[in-house]
């Protein structure tokens, strides 16, 4: 309940950088990314442009919920058939598991 609440008083559970210049998207995951974010990045992903470079960056995340992990994993043909180049950032620690996510890392 503790991480909930926490999350639910954090202005944002990520942050988005455009670079429109190159078609560029990163998504920077904060430390506590719980299923309270889910349908903002389902939104986000799934609006994601044709041939965009879209980096998910979990550098600073400590937990990233099962759910917020399932609607990565499900975007990843959807990301190939649009041709968007997906890439990852993993936590410092490499601690969050997205194996078989088929996933290059950055």
Same mark, same amino acid.
């Given at each position: ?17 455009? $670079? ?15 299923? #309270?974010?889910?349908?903002? =990045? ?11 470079? #879209? ?16 609607? =990565? ?10 041709? =968007?180049?997906? #890439? %990852? %950032?993993?936590?410092? $620690? ?8 088929? =996933?290059?890392?950055?």
């Amino acid at each position: 309940i503790l991480l909930i609440l926490k999350n639910y008083y954090t202005l944002h559970s990520f942050s988005i950088i455009r $670079n429109v210049n190159v078609k560029e998207l990163t998504i920077k995951f904060s430390e506590y990314t719980t299923f #309270l974010s889910k349908s903002k =990045i389902e939104k986000l992903l799934k609006d994601t442009p044709v041939g965009t470079k #879209l980096i998910l960056d979990f550098s600073r995340a400590i937990i990233v919920d099962h759910e917020i992990r399932e609607v =990565i994993k499900h975007f990843v043909p959807f990301a190939q058939a649009r041709d =968007i180049e997906l #890439l %990852m %950032m993993p936590n410092i $620690n490499n601690t969050i598991n997205f194996s078989g996510f088929h =996933i290059k890392h950055a």
